[in-house]
Every structure is written in structure tokens, then in C-alpha cells.
Nanobody, 128 residues
């Protein structure tokens, strides 16, 4: 089984920063893209950011543009989400998702269906 493992979540004050990381565990795969989603209590899981593994181009939800930065380290096969200027509204469980190059079908960065592998989630709590 392939599992993505997130780390770096925690409690932070409003205006603070956190960096999340995501790395595969178990069987490896060739990454096409990686993304971050988040889900707050009582809300749907929403898209946060995505990055193409090869070219590095990115996509962001409007709610995080200018504050969050997604990046990757190809050598380490690890993705990151740098979160700055955090707001209480950012409080959620953050999930890492990845699409392997063996995954067929159209790719839409913000669509959960575009990703095969998922992490267990890491809690991010922003206090006011």
C-alpha cells in the first residue's frame, strides 16, 4: 500500500507560520503532481494548492494566494506547504494528495478525483 505521510501541523497564533511536509511511505511511485487539501469541521474538503512535479508550476485557492507557498524537493520526493500569515479561518485538517504518472484520465489540480494517493491528515489550529 502507498500512503502519504504529512507532518508539521500544530497550534500557532494568528499571523504565524507553519511548514507542512508530505512524503510517500511504502511502495514508491513516480509523482506527476502533488496537492494539499483541507477540511474544517462541518465543511467540505477544499482545495488549497497544487504543484506539478516536473515543471514546478503551481495553483492556489484564492483564499490562500499570497500567504501559502507549495514547493517540492525532487531528490527527496517530498512536498511542502509553507503557510504564512495564518488566520483562524485556516484551521483545518490538512491532507496531502499525489497523482502518479501511471494514473490515467484528465488532470484538474483542484479536483480530489485527480489524485490517487492520500495522507492521513495533519491538524493545523490557528488561534486568535
Amino acid at each position: 500500500q502507498v500512503l502519504l505521510v504529512e507532518s508539521g501541523g500544530g497550534l500557532v497564533q494568528a499571523g504565524g507560520s507553519l511548514r507542512l511536509s508530505c512524503a510517500p511511505s511504502g511502495r514508491t511511485f513516480s509523482t506527476y503532481a502533488m496537492a494539499w487539501f483541507r477540511q474544517a469541521p462541518g465543511k467540505e474538503r477544499e482545495f488549497v494548492a497544487a504543484i506539478y512535479w516536473s515543471g514546478g508550476s503551481t495553483n492556489y485557492a484564492d483564499s490562500v494566494k499570497g500567504r501559502f507557498t507549495i514547493s517540492r524537493d525532487n531528490a527527496e520526493n517530498t512536498g511542502y506547504l509553507q503557510m504564512n500569515s495564518l488566520k483562524p479561518e485556516d484551521t483545518a485538517v490538512y491532507y496531502c494528495a499525489a497523482r502518479g504518472r501511471d494514473y490515467t484520465g484528465s488532470y484538474y489540480p483542484s479536483s480530489r478525483i485527480s489524485y490517487k494517493y492520500w495522507g492521513q491528515g495533519t491538524q493545523v489550529t490557528v488561534s486568535s
